[in-house]
């Protein structure tokens, strides 16, 4: 708290230099700045656009702001232009760019403590994927703030807004795989659904890719018949520091039992937990049983291409699998509990979504026994998903654009 009040404190003090270098140099619209997780990973949708970006708008100047060293060294050892948050360069950027764009916030991605210095930049909120729980603004912690943003009585808040206008939700710009998650992203983010591009989103771009991912292909040089499952559970009370969430001591899970029948059917399962998580579990109970380890530069879409089946309960994962047509077994062990405690739903997930169940351990056991998972029809995915390529970035940059007048 002493901290966010020093950073606004000094924001306020700083506005008037920022304020005055805005009138006497203004933004480049052609210079673009992209971060994501915080400034703390190299992935997710900013990634996907920064790549497409740098590869295909060559009159634009992308560069990548990051806290991470190890971000920063591997982008360098690319040749990709990369600064860390911190230094005069990203200072400079921060003052000059037109556009800013990031996975988890427009602009505490790219700008971190430093949010002050994006007056009158275009920001844009990729999001981190498509909502079936309560998000943004819609989560029960945030009801008094969008409150107060949607009645707009609250003068404290004019003024703030009117000093800070990219801390305005109103003035962001966003995305979306389809019209069907429009309004609850609006009701989520604040962002008025004019202002929310139907493009699908740039991360999907990987999925279309012919390039095999490495780790994906040791596994099948290992195993070269083996069904590969990814398991993707969401967080719990993790994201406001919390216990993480431990779903193999519970539900259920019986560890021989469930290497047995990863044995007998030839399945590898690769366990992957969220990032506010970190492992799901600490062992390993099987060479069949594989723990797959975030670090900043794990692009998980790259990861999930190549595998053929996705576990996962309420994360957004599912619709981004989707596009892929391959099977998805949704393990909501915890329904109740979660839509009462953490998340609520914006529609009935148990009947919106058509893929198969499994409500504990011995659920998911019969399902990958008898074989009884399967892919969404193509005609069903489109309810999902506008478009079912690979252009999602191409579309936004087109976007993008239109709206900087460029």
Request: with cysteine; glycine share 4%; hydrophobic share 40%.
């Amino acid at each position: 708290m002493v901290r966010q009040f020093f950073i606004l404190s000094a924001g306020i003090l700083l506005f008037p230099f920022v304020f005055l270098l805005y009138i006497l140099i203004g933004r480049k619209k052609k210079l673009w700045i992209f971060g994501s997780w915080r400034g703390q990973k190299y992935s997710d949708n900013s990634k996907a656009l920064f790549e497409y970006v740098l590869q295909n708008e060559k009159d634009i100047k992308a560069v990548w702001i990051t806290k991470n060293k190890t971000v920063y060294h591997e982008l360098k050892s690319k040749q990709f232009p990369v600064v860390m948050n911190h230094s005069p360069k990203a200072v400079y950027y921060m003052l000059r760019a037109g556009f800013s764009t990031g996975s988890l916030s427009a602009t505490t991605d790219t700008f971190g403590s430093k949010w002050f210095l994006a007056y009158k930049i275009t920001c844009l909120y990729l999001t981190h994927g498509m909502p079936s729980k309560y998000a943004g603004y819609d989560e029960p912690k945030l009801a008094h703030k969008k409150k107060l943003i949607t009645e707009k009585k609250s003068i404290g808040l004019k003024l703030y807004f009117s000093v800070f206008p990219q801390k305005n939700p109103r003035n962001l710009y966003s995305v979306s795989t389809s019209d069907f998650f429009v309004p609850f992203l609006e009701s989520a983010l604040l962002i008025p659904s004019n202002r929310i591009f139907v493009t699908g989103t740039p991360r999907l771009d990987t999925l279309f890719s012919t390039k095999k991912n490495d780790y994906i292909t040791d596994i099948r040089k290992k195993f070269p018949t083996a069904k590969i499952i990814i398991y993707m559970p969401t967080f719990r009370a993790s994201f406001d520091g919390g216990p993480s969430f431990k779903p193999f001591g519970q539900f259920g899970f019986n560890a021989e039992k469930f290497i047995r029948i990863l044995e007998k059917h030839d399945y590898v399962f690769l366990n992957k937990g969220h990032f506010w998580d970190g492992r799901l579990s600490e062992r390993e109970f099987s060479e069949r049983f594989i723990n797959v380890i975030d670090n900043p530069l794990l692009d998980v879409y790259d990861l999930i291409k190549d595998t053929d089946i996705l576990m996962t309960d309420y994360s957004s994962i599912y619709f981004d699998f989707l596009p892929l047509l391959k099977p998805v077994i949704l393990t909501p062990f915890d329904f109740d509990s979660y839509t009462q405690n953490y998340r609520g739903q914006y529609y009935d997930y148990r009947q919106e979504l058509p893929s198969i169940k499994a409500f504990n351990w011995n659920e998911v056991c019969d399902i990958l026994e008898k074989k009884s998972y399967f892919p969404l029809t193509e005609a069903q995915t489109l309810k999902y998903h506008k478009y079912i390529d690979g252009n999602s970035s191409a579309r936004l940059t087109e976007e993008i654009r239109k709206i900087l007048s460029i």
